[in-house]
């Protein structure tokens, strides 16, 4: 692991999102393992063949070790034809039992005026 410099860490969601970008057609995915415990997926343009990102996980929990969480990262941007625009999303954070509440409320609310037209 001591390739992977932490200049190049990212977040779960800024990873996900880069890696939603590429085109399918334009990616190669390998696993590597590292050592006994850890293991690395990482994602090569198929045209450049630059490794342009990675994703480290322990396979399994060390008996007597902290359990290391995924570390992420983004390495090269991939080429423009070797990408797509991303997909919009909308992210609610709701934080009380209300706020979930009045949520679905709406959401069944919604539905049943749509089943009626």
Known sequence: MDNYNNIFSVSRKEYTAFIEQIKNECKRVEVEKLDKW?????????????CLCSRV??????????????????????????????IPKIRLNLETREEVQAFFNAISKMRKEHEDD
């Open 57 to 86: 996980s322990s396979k399994s929990r060390v008996e007597g070790q902290e359990h290391i969480p995924e570390r992420y990262y983004v390495f090269e941007m991939p080429d423009a034809d070797e990408r797509k625009a991303p």
């Open 38 to 50: 850890t293991i690395a997926t990482k994602v090569y343009s198929i045209k450049t063949n630059k």
